[in-house]
């Protein structure tokens, strides 16, 4: 009998209903981004930085502008190691902290060699201009064009973080399809700022690309202290 249960499998495999994307981003029950409101202050591992500049390989996909890394750059949270994959732009910023809803985000992708992917998210108000923005800008590329390489120009992830690295920590989602759960979120505390010329030059790359915010269905958001 071993044969025929085994043989079953398969067919077992194909009557299993595919489950279509659009399940998880509407019916999912810990998606992201979220309000930040209620927290639980407590002693979270502290975030170290290994960020290191690399050539900048950078692609509009017409719903961000992404900026690509190799292994170079790590993300230690503890004693966790995290290999920053590449990071994005959101105008607006998605998650909100106290209502607040900001002008910008980036989002810095890490994954572990286990596959966990933890999303770093630094936010951004209005105000002065970023320099570390205003050196990449210029070769962001209009929509649809194939990734760009830029040996000569060497992007630093390092000079697009704050000082600070206090955080908010909690269990969410990608933020567009197949909106996959299980991606850590970690939101630094510390906005950075940028100005109205750089978000309408944002704007004008690619549109308004936040998601909105998404029910807490029950999770708890931790904070550091
Ligand atoms: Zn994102």
């Given at each position: 009998m071993a044969c025929c249960a085994l043989a079953a499998l398969p067919?077992?495999?194909?009557?299993?209903?595919?489950k279509p994307h659009v399940d998880l981003c509407e019916r999912g029950q810990r998606q992201s981004p979220i309000d930040i409101t209620a927290t639980h202050r407590q002693a979270l591992p502290p975030l170290q930085?290994?960020?290191?500049?690399?050539?900048?390989?950078?692609?509009?996909?017409?719903?961000?502008?992404?900026?690509?890394f190799a292994n170079g750059s790590r993300l230690l949270i503890g004693r966790e190691s995290l290999t920053l994959?590449?990071?994005?732009?959101?105008?607006?910023g998605g998650d909100r902290v106290r209502g607040e809803d900001f002008a910008m985000?980036?989002?810095?992708?890490?994954?572990?060699?286990?596959?966990?992917?933890?999303?770093?998210?630094?936010?951004?108000?209005?105000?002065?201009?970023?320099?570390a923005l205003a050196a990449l800008v210029p070769s962001m590329p209009p929509r649809g064009q194939a990734e760009r390489v830029v040996p000569a120009l060497q992007v630093d992830p390092a000079q697009l973080l704050p000082q600070e690295h206090g955080y908010y920590a909690y269990d969410g989602s990608l933020t567009a399809p197949p909106c996959t759960e299980g991606v850590r979120w970690i939101v630094l505390k510390t906005p950075l700022e940028l100005s109205a010329a750089q978000v309408a030059r944002l704007k004008q790359l690619f549109p308004n690309n936040a998601r909105p915010v998404q029910p807490l269905n029950g999770r708890v958001v931790s904070e550091s202290l």
């Open positions: 067919l077992l495999a194909q009557a299993a209903p595919a930085f290994d960020y290191h500049a690399a050539p900048l390989r950078i692609v509009n996909d017409g719903h961000t502008v992404r900026v690509r994959q590449q990071f994005h732009f959101h105008v607006t985000a980036m989002h810095f992708l890490h994954k572990s060699s286990a596959g966990q992917l933890v999303s770093l998210v630094v936010l951004f108000r209005l105000g002065a201009e970023n320099a």
